[in-house]
């Protein structure tokens, strides 16, 4: 499975951003999906994942109520729809594949990043 991130850029605070994440290759997300971040000088952290089967979603504290993760099975394309955006979430933005858990270390794939960088 090969992943690819796009939807990234330079936005305002309080603006928002859609990322997309696009499997392709053997398409069969297993399990699940997610969205983590590395912010410079900073490890990597959970943001939000979804179940490939039922949906079901998890969000990291700050992600909530501000984040939505959706997916569409038919085009293999998980998303991060990013709203109220804080210069605090700015940070390289990963999709991976092969789980739903919170840890980067239960999956499988990982996209490219997309840069998200948000002005205050």
């Known amino acids: 499975v090969q992943l690819q991130a796009s939807g990234g850029g330079l936005v305002q605070a309080g603006g928002s951003l859609r990322l997309s994440c696009v499997a392709s290759?053997?398409?069969?997300?297993?399990?699940?999906a997610g969205w983590f971040r590395q912010a410079p000088g900073k490890e990597r952290e959970f943001v939000a994942s979804i179940s490939w089967s039922d949906g079901s979603t998890r969000y990291e504290d700050s992600a909530k109520g501000r984040f939505s993760i959706s997916r569409d099975i038919a085009k293999s394309t998980v998303y991060l729809q990013m709203n109220s955006l804080k210069p605090e979430d700015t940070a390289l933005y990963y999709c991976?594949?092969?789980?739903?858990?919170?840890?980067?270390?239960?999956?499988?794939?990982w996209g490219q990043g997309t840069q998200v960088t948000v002005s205050s």
């Open positions: 290759g053997r398409p069969v997300i297993s399990y699940g």
């Open positions: 991976a594949a092969g789980s739903q858990l919170p840890s980067d270390v239960m999956y499988d794939y």
